[in-house]
């Protein structure tokens, strides 16, 4: 089992983007997860519209159930995510709020904190908040519009408030494959240091296609964040292999995923020092269920380990091989 080769958390996005085969509608998923993962994430009932619909209502009957679930089952449950920019899961209310904006989001952040002290280890606390293509090199989320980049700090330490015991993590995609991005999530961790804002580690989404970035430049970036003391995750990986459009997965592109997904575990293994890896997480367990399924895209995907039927793919053997 993969939780059983890892000295670090091995975990995977459920609920995927079929909500209708959720975790708990969906049964039949329920042993692979439990043998070979050991930490959950939501992939969409533990953001801002879901936990918090209302101004001044919260919902958590269903993140409850699913961190009942996780600590059940002896798996971590990483809290994803306090603010994020994506609009269809920002609550409506909170786009038309004409109201102090800080506070709001101090509250937001402590509520959902609090209430999940004890039971929900680690949060990405900030989702993609930079933007090499934008000069400021933030993204002009709603939160950059209404209150500035002071929006990323306030979160952090309203969340160390909350809840002294989490880990805090900010999360980002492309870091490993833009250097222009990655100095500026440098940028901005060396400005939180001097300050004491509470990050304790960054999560690397690498949703990673066959080809880019090059291994070397993974390692680096890897590197250059480990040097500076961050825990480090791999928060969301996968890999759509489709580019061909074809309609079945040919033996020659599952083996080019093989050997990709070996290469990156293997490289996280080298450039991350042993005490700041806290773990893998792929976001999703079979391929029919992978959020590259639902976004529109011209062609089916096979970005997972496992295939539809549950049985692992040559990628799961890559992955289990590295570590
Ligand atoms: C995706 C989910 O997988 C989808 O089900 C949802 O509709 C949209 O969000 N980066 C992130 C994740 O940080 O939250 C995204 O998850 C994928 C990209």
Redesign the pocket.
């Known amino acids: 089992a993969l939780k059983d080769l890892a000295k670090f958390p091995i975990g995977m996005?459920v609920s995927?983007?079929n909500q209708e085969r959720s975790i708990f509608n969906y049964p039949s998923q329920l042993p692979t997860i439990e043998k070979h993962f050991n930490s959950l994430v939501a992939?969409?009932i533990m953001?801002m519209s879901f936990l918090h619909p209302n101004e001044n209502e919260f919902f958590y009957t269903d993140a409850d159930k699913l961190n009942a679930y996780a600590i059940d089952h002896n798996m971590l449950l990483h809290g994803?995510?306090l603010i994020?920019h994506?609009d269809?899961?920002i609550p409506p209310w909170m786009k038309k709020y004409t109201g102090d904006w800080s506070a709001m989001l101090n509250n937001h952040v402590t509520q959902i904190c609090t209430h999940f002290a004890g039971k929900v280890s680690s949060w990405?606390v900030v989702?993609?908040a930079l933007d090499e293509s934008d000069p400021s090199g933030f993204r002009q989320s709603i939160f950059y519009q209404r209150i500035g980049k002071k929006y990323i700090e306030n979160a952090f330490v309203a969340a160390r408030k909350a809840d002294p015991n989490a880990v805090l993590y900010y999360?980002e995609?492309n870091i490993e494959s833009s250097d222009t991005k990655l100095n500026l999530l440098l940028t901005m961790l060396d400005d939180f240091k001097s300050r004491n804002i509470p990050v304790d580690g960054v999560g690397f989404?690498m949703?990673l296609d066959l080809f880019n970035p090059s291994i070397d430049q993974i390692k680096r970036s890897f590197k250059a964040v480990a040097d500076r003391g961050y825990k480090i995750r791999i928060?969301?990986l996968d890999m759509p292999v489709n580019y061909n459009s074809t309609l079945v997965l040919s033996d020659a592109v599952a083996q080019q995923q093989k050997e990709r997904y070996k290469s990156i575990v293997k490289a996280y293994l080298d450039s991350v020092p042993e005490s700041q890896r806290t773990g893998i997480t792929f976001?999703?367990l079979v391929d029919g269920e992978?959020?590259y399924n639902?976004?529109g895209l011209p062609a089916k995907e096979w970005p997972l380990l496992f295939n539809d039927d549950y049985s692992p793919k040559p990628a799961f053997y890559g992955v289990a091989e590295a570590l």
Request: aromatic share 22%; charged share 20%; net charge negative.
């Open positions: 996005e995927a983007a992939g969409v953001k994803h995510t994020w994506w269809s899961q990405d989702n993609e999360n995609y989404q949703h928060s969301e976001w999703g992978s959020w639902f976004i």
